[in-house]
């Protein structure tokens, strides 16, 4: 399973709050938190973002409350994948949970900037910067993690094995 995008870069401590304000909380479509996306930290994001692009992050991506909500909006968004120095444990695991395949990588979190063309190689963890023509080892999802991300998530790959 492989990942291609441009990249959108960002700091320490990207919370749960500026990644889905509470206040768009009020909505359980998933289009609909989509279209809030980052509101707080990048109010273009949404405007500028394609699928397949991915977020770029340095420390404890993700912290704050534990809404699944954050990882949702942002795979709803179009992002392939979070590669982050580390993330916060709620948000790795509501990731999975959803699909939303997440990399930690200190060396590429810090390789990485706006607007770099990044492929993502899950099955080896390998994390190829096209654009610096750099390459990061990030760590692979086992292949049960591997099979719940390509399946969309907990949910459905639970349902699929009914």
Known sequence: MRATGHVFKYGDNVDTD????????????????????????????VNRVK????????????????????PLCLKTAGVSCVIAETFARIFYRNAINIGLPIIECPEAAKGIEAGDEVEVDFDSGMIYNRTKGTEFKGQPFPEFMQKLIAAGGLVKYTNSKR
């Open 18 to 45: 500026v990644i889905i304000p509470a206040r768009y909380l009020n909505s359980f479509d998933a289009q609909e938190l989509a279209s809030h996306a980052m509101a707080d930290i990048d109010p273009e994001f």
């Open 51 to 70: 699928p397949g692009d991915m977020i770029v992050a340095n420390k404890n991506f993700g912290c704050g409350s534990s809404r699944e909500h954050a």
